[in-house]
């Protein structure tokens, strides 16, 4: 047998364990995990490396239309090669309809924007924001036959906060043709209570946005979330979960024995409120919904991690430039945190800080980390088995890792478009050196490489 590439030597971490193998790989597709393959064309010796699966992020915003003046920091193109940088192969952002624009107009308009540029495979889950009778009884159904088989419900912000009633329809319209809802559980009056009241008390500093959306705020969204997706029938996934009362709210509707799923990111498990605190306007950086909260939530989220409470580790990767009008620096942000843009950049971050944090550190196995930051994106979203594991069959997205390189974190090494990283000065131990999908390598030492080659992905139904 001949490859056309053959990656020699790595510790492999397959679907079924970690073992030390060869990876034969020929059309994108790897072929062959055996010992001693020879004949390849390309030999790529990985020895003291560790080959993962390539990295699936299935939370990030990119060129999301995010109000008037206001401008994410990512293009398809910068958002992509970052992502490559950090160890993804496949990320899935959200289309999001601008104001009277259809859902199948918006999912138009978003194939545009990445067609040719990107440096991973990609592709959308749906926001749903209307539910007339044309997007619920027409385009959603088609575009879920069309391989769009996932989408966000908010229950906070305006113009995106559905009532319980509209979240219901959605979700009946999931049941009925088998797609996942994916809910943000923020109580949009709660909120908006808290934040009027902190206004007429004159706290308007970024901190203030940390303390108008409280534990209480999100945990309450969640236990109504789960309730309605009862009633409807349907399973649910809990995305960017902060907190361990939230977390309770989830083991104890999987103990009355509903199926629900639950993600969360780097932001609950290193960035605390304080942060938000930070001198002068330098909170801004922080502001992200639900905020990271104390962290004393820190071990109760990675008990989370550990025990299976968690199927999905995700960035929520939503870039905004600091220094600028069309980001953090928007008009009115400076005096009233209302104003400020929600959202942190870190698809590039994501990976080694859970390398790092979890691995290294002994909190999880190799296994658990590709299952919490590759399979279960691939199964929840319909990708599996083409992508999310090493396996025979399986799309060559594989990244290696070098498990003993230290680094701090700084925005200077970053792809992202943004001007500033959260998690500047971070130590971590354990980065990715190759990217490889299809086969075809996108990252080398820490540099995109090559021309964008990434495909739109036609999703299947989830895998429950
Ligand atoms: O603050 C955040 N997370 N912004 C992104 C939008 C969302 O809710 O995921
Ligand atoms: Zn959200
Ligand atoms: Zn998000």
């Excluded at 001693?36 to 915003?61: F, M, Q, R, T, Y």
């Excluded at 130590?427 to 190759?434: A, D, N």
Aim: charged letters at 20%; hydrophobic letters at 40%.
């Amino acid at each position: 047998m001949s490859y056309k590439t053959v990656i020699k030597g790595a510790r492999v971490v397959t679907s079924s364990g970690a073992t030390e193998c060869d990876i034969g790989i020929n059309n994108g597709v790897i072929t062959t995990l055996g010992l001693d393959l020879k004949n390849g064309e390309n030999i790529i010796d990985a020895s003291g490396l560790i080959a993962l699966p390539g990295g699936i992020d299935s939370h990030v915003h990119i060129s999301q239309p995010s109000g008037p003046g206001i401008e994410m920091a990512d293009d398809f193109h910068s958002g992509t090669c970052s992502a490559a940088c950090g160890g993804n192969t496949t990320i899935l952002p959200f289309c999001l309809p601008e104001a009277n624009q259809s859902l199948r107009e918006a999912v138009k308009v978003y194939r545009n924007k990445a067609l040719d540029q990107c440096m991973t495979d990609v592709s959308f889950h749906l926001i749903i924001k209307d539910t007339d009778p044309v997007t619920l009884g027409q385009d959603l159904p088609a575009l879920i036959q069309a391989g769009y088989t996932s989408f966000k419900v908010f229950m906070t912000y305006a113009g995106l906060a559905l009532t319980d009633r509209q979240i219901l329809e959605v979700m009946s319209v999931a049941r009925e043709h088998n797609a996942m809802v994916m809910v943000h559980a923020e109580n949009e009056d709660a909120i908006n209570f808290l934040q009027d009241r902190a206004e007429r008390a004159g706290k308007t500093d970024p901190y203030h946005h940390a303390i108008t959306r409280p534990i209480p705020v999100e945990r309450e969204a969640t236990h109504r979330a789960i309730s309605l997706a009862e009633i409807a029938g349907v399973p649910l996934t809990i995305v960017h979960v902060s907190n361990g009362e939230v977390m309770q709210e989830i083991v104890r509707a999987r103990q009355r024995g509903l199926t629900v799923f639950a993600e969360t990111c780097p932001q609950y498990i290193t960035l605390t409120a304080n942060d938000l605190d930070k001198d002068g306007f330098d909170g801004a950086k922080y502001v992200c919904s639900p905020p990271p909260r104390t962290s004393e939530e820190w071990p109760k989220i990675w008990a989370g991690i550990e025990q299976r409470t968690f199927d999905l580790f995700s960035s929520d990767h939503c870039p905004f430039r600091f220094a600028s009008a069309a980001g953090k620096n928007a008009p009115g942000a400076r005096s009233n945190f209302r104003n400020i843009p929600n959202g942190i950049p870190g698809v590039e971050t994501r990976l080694p800080i859970l390398f790092s944090e979890g691995v290294v550190k002994g909190r999880i196995s190799l296994e658990r980390f590709a299952e919490l930051t590759a399979t279960n994106h691939a199964r929840l979203y319909g990708l599996y088995p083409r992508k999310g594991a090493i396996m025979v069959g399986a799309d060559a997205d594989i990244v290696l890792w070098d498990p003993d390189k230290s680094k701090q974190i700084a925005q200077a090494n970053l792809h992202h478009g943004s001007d500033y990283t959260p998690w500047e000065g971070f130590e971590v131990k354990g980065w990715p050196i190759r990217t490889m999908l299809r086969g075809v390598t996108t990252m080398l030492d820490g540099e995109p490489t090559g021309a964008p080659m990434g495909e739109y992905l036609i999703r299947r139904a989830p895998i429950i």
